[in-house]
């Protein structure tokens, strides 16, 4: 089992910065591919944006390219979700997901395709 636990929403004005931290206390995270999802109010979970266990590998939601970065700290067992150029459309309920990572080509988007979830933190950016 996993215990991931979320951190570093809030509230933000658009054109503003967050830093999501994802981090587990109970088990490294190093063997797997961490993911961030989102889902917003009346709308579907979506991806948003993901890496590999090696770190060089990153997969981003297209909306989201250039605005924010994902990067993970296997020494602190944390994932980091940097976010800039906040838009009122990325408020949601951020989750980051983790499943086990065995080195193949395929990377997974898809909410039930993960073995752990957070709980979430709330993002909410103004217009």
């Known amino acids: 089992q996993v215990h991931l636990v979320e951190s570093g929403g809030g509230s933000v004005q658009a054109g503003g910065s967050l830093r999501l931290s994802c981090t587990a206390s109970?088990?490294?995270?190093?063997?797997?591919?961490m993911t961030w999802f989102r889902q917003a109010p009346g709308k579907e979970r979506e991806f948003v944006v993901g890496i590999r266990r090696s770190g060089r590998a990153t997969y981003y939601l297209d909306s989201v390219k250039g605005r924010f970065a994902i990067s993970r700290d296997n020494a602190k067992n944390t994932v980091y979700l940097q976010m800039n150029s906040l838009k009122p459309e990325d408020t949601a309920v951020y989750s980051c997901a983790a499943v086990t990572d065995n080195g193949g080509a395929v990377y997974f988007t898809g909410w039930d395709d993960y073995d752990y979830w957070g709980q979430g933190t709330q993002v909410t950016v103004s217009s």
């Open positions: 109970d088990r490294t995270l190093s063997g797997y591919t």
